[in-house]
């Protein structure tokens, strides 16, 4: 996640890195998926439902909500919803306890019983927006904002330049999840925004951590070495980099940076698309009352439109205190420095934007919002500001980039998912930054959406989108976010946070023809105004699906059986288990051989005409046989079957399964 603002403007480095509503790049055309079709001409279920905090309306198809934990005392403000110090952020796993950061701090939930999960640590350490990873008895939080300590206090920071801020990753050893003890404070230029762990099937002694921050660069004074710039002007920058920690497990408390990768070396900026024409419009009333109330605005010029933005209050101190030096004074502006201000104001962002020492295109992102690592086929996806990287990390420390792929449909590349057998990947775009309502009827179905891709070797070729295909109120911020596989052998399905548009799961095994197969809204938190909340992220873990609400807490889902999704393709992948799950650390899903696993198998192939219904039904009838048999007749009954699914496999339109199908039969009778 990535909020953003139009008051946000910073514009230390580059003013379209700050807070321009849309930063895409060159395009491709739609295909986006279609609603399921309501039964008998009713409308979507979604649509209409009633405002509350933790009594909306809820709607769900093919999955039920279990529980919803309502946030600790700690971390919740009753007396004001939506308040943005205790934002529940990402999630991790380990046994069977869920990790929840919070803007304030991480919460531990034992999810053991998922009905009733219970609090089982809570501890306070502000800092946003504390993204959490574990690795056996470590972990691992992100910390980006100017207010984190790194004591964990609750005082803040209020000097400039402090030592005693914490802006990068805390490292915990959590051997005891109830007592985490503070090992290592590593910092970093630009916080952290996000992180991934990454471990290196060829390095056993050491786990890494590749750092994405995202905010303005530090002073140096603050950390030496962090230094700001385009690359051509300041080989040192720490823009256009990401981080690699590496943590030796003998020694955790060492933990440092080992190497900046600059993956984003010549890569240009691209075009954006505008605005929706409501939000231009109301940005524009935005910033003619900030004008009135003596606020400071600017366009930046080259977008597709000029949709004003408002000066941030850093800028202006920043630029007052500049203005009040020039002429020799010392303390508090005047009215002439503020009238100087307000003349130059546009001036100053147009050559932060264009300097006029730059020759050729603006260049790239400077920073990747989320990193998601496949250690197992050496590649990773960097969803980086203005485009989608493909990354060798075979080098685990040094990681390269091998692709990289645009789309002026896409506002902010914000995380990227494989498909199983590493052939596909998906990345998805914040448009909006998060705490914008961008699933509106009015709002094109490619933007705010996931861009599909095939993959083959180190070339991306786009094939499709996948939005939320049901219209949610403009009072309900909504995106894609976070997600991950659901563990069904045989087909790419993914369970999806959309904030405020809730949790979709959804199906691109055919990736030219992604579909939604079950969800889970709730009712906006206000019916009179936009009140941040809804699915930061909705992860499988071990047959749940369990989605940080931001303002509601902990939700637990499980999928229930229908036409699109049976009970044996749910029950295999109930078969897959994890000790410890960090979504953007993808591990290779290898099924054991199960009855249950040939039955998805069995039940895919019916769905799809695969194979003729007498000899789905005679599968069937072998299989079960087969399973109450014993010993050497068992192994007799599944060679038979195999043999015989050989002979269907020529004629079926599916062959591909068919063998899936039998490789399952011929494990299961050795």
Not at 551 to 558: C, P, T, V, W
């Amino acid at each position: 996640m990535k909020f953003r603002i139009f008051s946000c403007v910073a514009l230390a480095t580059v003013a379209a890195a700050a807070c321009s509503s849309s930063r895409t790049q060159s395009g491709y055309s739609a295909s986006s998926s279609a609603a399921p079709a309501p039964a008998a001409g009713r409308p979507d279920p979604r649509i209409g439902l009633h405002a509350g905090w933790f009594n909306a309306e809820q709607a769900a198809w093919n999955m039920r909500l279990v529980s919803n934990t309502p946030p600790s005392p700690e971390f919740i403000n009753r007396s004001e919803p939506g308040d943005f110090r205790f934002i529940n952020s990402d999630l991790s796993f380990r046994g069977t306890y869920a990790i929840q950061g919070n803007f304030n701090g991480v919460q531990v939930w034992d999810i053991s019983n998922p009905k009733i999960p219970k609090l089982y640590k809570a501890f306070v350490c502000p800092g946003s927006q504390s993204d959490v990873s574990v690795y056996r008895n470590l972990l691992f939080v992100s910390g980006e904002a100017l207010n984190g300590r790194t004591d964990c206090g609750t005082q803040g920071v209020n000097d400039t330049v402090s030592h005693d801020r914490l802006r990068g990753i805390r490292v915990f050893d959590a051997t005891d999840l109830a007592n985490p003890k503070p090992l290592a404070n590593v910092q970093t230029c630009r916080g952290s925004h996000t992180h991934t762990v990454v471990t290196s099937p060829t390095d056993t002694d050491n786990v890494y951590i590749y750092v994405s921050g995202s905010a303005p660069v530090r002073s140096m004074n603050e950390l030496p070495g962090c230094s700001v710039g385009q690359q051509d002007a300041n080989p040192n920058t720490a823009l256009f980099q990401i981080e690699v920690i590496q943590v030796t497990l003998a020694h955790p408390e060492q933990a440092h940076v080992v190497s900046s990768p600059r993956i984003f070396q010549d890569l240009t900026e691209a075009p954006t698309h505008p605005a929706a024409p409501e939000d231009i419009a109301e940005a524009k009333r935005e910033a003619d009352s900030a004008r009135v109330a003596g606020g400071f605005t600017a366009v930046i010029k080259g977008q597709r439109d000029t949709t004003p933005i408002i000066l941030g209050p850093n800028f202006v101190r920043t630029r007052l205190d500049s203005i009040v030096k020039a002429r020799g004074g010392t303390g508090t502006p005047t009215a002439a420095d503020t009238a100087t201000l307000r003349t130059n104001a546009q001036q100053i962002v147009d050559l932060i934007v264009n300097p006029p020492n730059r020759t050729g295109p603006r260049p790239g992102p400077t920073q990747c919002h989320d990193i998601t690592v496949y250690p197992a086929i050496g590649l990773a996806g960097g969803a980086c500001g203005g485009y989608g990287l493909l990354l060798d990390i075979h080098d685990v420390a040094n990681p390269r980039r091998i692709g990289a792929v645009a789309d002026s449909n896409f506002s902010f590349w914000h995380s990227a998912t494989f498909n199983n057998d590493g052939t596909k990947m998906l990345f998805s775009d914040e448009w909006g930054g998060g705490l914008q309502p961008r699933c509106r009827t009015t709002d094109k179905p490619e933007w705010g959406a996931d861009a599909i891709f095939t993959l083959n070797g180190g070339n991306l070729k786009f094939t499709s989108y996948y939005k939320l295909p049901v219209a949610q109120t403009r009072f309900e911020n909504c995106v894609a976010h976070n997600g991950t596989l659901i563990p069904v052998p045989g087909r790419d399905v993914m369970a999806q946070g959309w904030y405020q548009g809730g949790v979709s799961v959804f199906d691109w095994t055919d990736p030219a023809h992604p579909k939604e197969i079950a969800y889970f809204d709730r009712g906006p938190m206000d019916s009179t105004k936009l009140v941040g909340a809804g699915s930061w992220s909705a992860y499988w873990y071990n047959g749940y699906i369990v989605s940080s609400e931001i303002a509601r807490g902990l939700d637990i889902f499980e999928l229930t059986p229908n036409a699109l999704l049976t009970q044996n393709e749910i029950d295999a992948a109930k078969l897959i288990h994890f000790d410890y799950l960090n979504a953007q650390d993808q591990q290779k899903l290898v099924w054991p051989a199960s009855f249950v696993v040939a039955r998805a198998y069995l039940d895919q192939l019916a769905r799809s005409n695969g194979l003729p219904t007498a000899r789905i039904n005679a599968t069937r009838d072998a299989l079960s046989r087969a399973e109450k048999a014993s010993g050497q007749a068992q192994r007799d009954a599944l060679s038979q079957l195999a043999t015989q699914l050989n002979t269907d496999a020529r004629n079926s339109t599916d062959q591909a399964k068919v063998q899936l199908l039998i490789g399952v039969v011929k494990d299961l009778g050795k």
